[in-house]
């Protein structure tokens, strides 16, 4: 998506239109080597700052028809100082190892944020996430991964293949933390009810720890009441299981 604070100016009849004469201007070429251009560059980058001013936006001297490859290799410097110098700012393992485009063709870090939603079995972990994710975002889920290998439903994969899920989920969790994930926002749900596990993850991730606070006694209702659930005397027990274990 573009960035917030652009999404009104490239959606703007103005901007498709100098767009396009400056594309028809450069005969559709890359001006950079030559190649079929597909978008358009701003050679002073577009920003808050500048944005209203005219020449800089829509202002032909400011603007060149690009190959999205050399667009690419305009922006990735640029980003890239931007990026390490606010790692340095927060004295925080760099967060962005590759780039992407949004829809508007502008080259943009992938950021990499990093989201631990924790809690109870029948919580809403799941719920919380699928309302708040994009496009493109990942989501690691034991549950999801155990579900994946075998085709079954959520409460009906074996125990057989937990172990298997488990190393598949920690492969994740080693991509996670290397930062090798083409995804803005990395969603982990799990149920970490020890404090220290907990904290161990969000130190191995760099990511938010988010606790789904529900009661004991509303996440044994939602089982109770969810048609989709099987066993829910298994679910239950889980539960129980889990305030067993819970320290905050």
């Not at 989201?115 to 079995?121: A, D, E, L, N, R």
């Not at 991964?145 to 075998?150: F, T």
């Not at 125990?159 to 969790?173: N, V």
Request: charged share 35%.
């Amino acid at each position: 998506m573009a960035r917030d604070f652009a999404k009104k100016f490239y959606r703007s009849e103005e901007w498709q239109r100098v767009r396009g004469y400056i594309l028809r201007r450069d005969n559709y070429l890359c001006v950079y080597c030559g190649e079929p251009a597909e978008e358009v560059h701003h050679i002073i980058h577009l920003n808050r700052g500048n944005i209203d001013n005219k020449d800089i936006a829509v202002g032909e001297d400011n603007l060149v028809s690009v190959c999205r490859n050399c667009h690419f290799e305009k922006h990735r410097e640029d980003i890239r100082k931007k990026v390490i110098e606010s790692n340095k700012k927060r004295k925080e393992p760099p967060v962005s190892n590759g780039y992407r485009f949004d829809d508007n063709g502008q080259v943009v870090p992938v950021t990499n944020k990093v989201c631990i939603v924790w809690g109870s079995p029948g919580s809403g972990k799941t719920t919380y996430v699928n309302s708040r994710m994009n496009d493109g975002d990942m989501v690691i889920d034991l549950d999801l991964i155990k579900q994946a290998i075998s085709m079954q439903g959520k409460t009906e994969t074996s125990d057989s293949l937990l172990d298997t899920a488990l190393r598949l989920r920690d492969l994740l969790y080693d991509l996670t933390a290397k930062r090798e994930v083409d995804a803005e926002t990395i969603w982990v749900v799990a149920g970490l009810p020890n404090k220290k596990e907990r904290e161990q993850l969000s130190k191995r991730l760099n990511g938010e720890l988010i606790h789904i606070n529900t009661s004991m006694e509303e996440c044994i209702r939602r089982v109770r009441t969810d048609e989709e659930r099987k066993d829910k005397d298994k679910q239950i027990e889980l539960i129980k299981k889990w305030w067993g274990m819970y320290n905050g």
